[in-house]
């Protein structure tokens, strides 16, 4: 038996896993047979004390199945009315499964606006708190009917590796239809080799997720290894499983070879600072100069209004926005305590001048560490 493995399952009790549309439909939709294995699982795990959210795919399949149509939907309207199909059917099958079992279940459908804003962030949070609390399987899905592209988390393995982070969960588990990440195109079957353990997602593993054949859901293995980045830097273990093989979560407890794990990040960000990083888009940009960007990145500082080179973008007070270097490379990513148009007017100035330009001195720094996320990978 491994024993990273055990080590990092030994204290895993909140489990987030998250079903993709390839595991949970077949030829004929929604295969009822693969739901009712997991959700047997699911509840067996949850009787031991484990808690679990799902996230599940499945929605669009469904409707599209439902409606005998053969080819795949092309058009937003379309999948968005497929989705409208799908979805209830979804949740009744999972009722239904996780009702043998005396489990009640709740669905959460969220666009990604419900993550941006910081204060509807917090709100799911405490939904999802409480339905933990009272012994409820949340099952969570993309709100596909109304997410036009702006607001979309555009696949689950994004929306999951989000709501990873929200719950604080032990562990993010991508059941998908394939063993885990190969190390070359998994159709090669001679030379291909599954990778059982990433310590680090370097460019030979983003290069391995790109080779991979036409996915069933939206997302393919590259989605997953984006959505690895994020969880593992937020400390959390990730971990890709076939989850059509019957006794998966055992097999995952008990620390069996099985899938790809990665392991979280030893310097992981806090959930305020991982929320910056990869849940909230940048507006803009500051061109920071070498001098500020070390002071940031080498002794944890705050960017102040000397360190400014150049603003780029229209964004107000609140706003993330991205900080680049004298090279163009993205460093860190920021809430901004002022708009574009006043850093305009205070970039290169020490923070002494800042009243005397505009009128007021509301905050000595433009971007407060607390506020900044400094990275090598930022998710921007
Ligand atoms: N939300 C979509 C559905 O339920 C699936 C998205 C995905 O496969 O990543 O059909």
């Not at 979805?87 to 005396?102: E, I, P, T």
């Not at 509807?120 to 099952?139: E, H």
């Not at 205070?346 to 330009?357: F, N, P, S, Y």
Request: proline letters at 3%; one cysteine or more.
């Amino acid at each position: 038996m491994n024993t990273e493995r055990k080590d990092i399952l030994k204290h895993a009790r909140r489990i987030l896993i998250k079903i993709g549309s390839g595991v949970l439909t077949g030829e004929n939709g929604l295969d009822l047979t693969i739901i009712e294995h997991i959700v047997d699982e699911i509840a067996a795990f949850t009787g031991e004390g484990y808690q679990f959210v799902v996230v599940s795919s499945g929605a669009i399949a469904s409707g599209r199945h439902r409606m005998g149509f053969k080819h795949k939907l092309q058009s937003l309207p379309e999948k968005q009315a497929a989705a409208a199909i799908g979805q209830g059917r979804l949740m009744r099958v999972y009722s239904n499964a996780f009702g043998k079992h005396n489990l009640i279940v709740a669905q959460m459908l969220l666009t990604m606006s419900d993550l941006t804003d910081r204060t509807r962030f917090l709100n799911t949070r405490n939904t999802l708190n409480t339905l933990l609390d009272w012994g409820v399987i949340p099952v969570i899905n993309e709100n596909d009917t109304v997410a036009v592209e702006e607001i979309k988390f555009g696949d689950n393995d994004n929306l999951a590796s989000m709501m990873a982070n929200i719950m604080e969960a032990n562990i993010l588990i991508n059941m998908t239809n394939t063993d885990g990440l190969y190390d070359r195109n998994p159709k090669d079957k001679k030379r291909s080799k599954l990778i059982p353990l990433v310590k680090d997602i370097t460019d030979a593993i983003e290069q391995a997720a790109s080779t991979e054949a036409d996915p069933v859901g939206m997302g393919g293995m590259k989605s997953k290894v984006m959505a690895a980045k994020k969880v593992t830097a937020f400390g959390i273990p990730f971990i890709i499983v076939p989850g059509k093989k019957k006794g998966i979560l055992s097999d995952i407890f008990s620390g069996k070879d099985v899938g790809t794990l990665f392991l979280p990040m030893d310097e992981h960000l806090k959930s305020k600072k991982h929320w910056i990083a990869y849940t909230l888009r940048s507006r803009g940009k500051l061109y920071i100069d070498d001098g500020a960007k070390s002071a940031i990145t080498r002794q944890g500082k705050s960017l102040l209004p000397g360190g400014v080179l150049a603003v780029e973008g229209d964004f107000s007070v609140g706003d993330p926005v991205s900080c680049l270097d004298e090279s163009g490379q993205v460093f860190a990513k920021g809430l901004v305590n002022y708009s574009s148009l006043d850093i305009d007017k205070i970039k290169g100035l020490k923070t002494a001048k800042i009243k005397q330009v505009l009128g007021s001195h509301p905050y000595d720094e433009i971007i407060h560490r607390d506020n900044m996320a400094v990275s090598k990978d930022n998710g921007k």
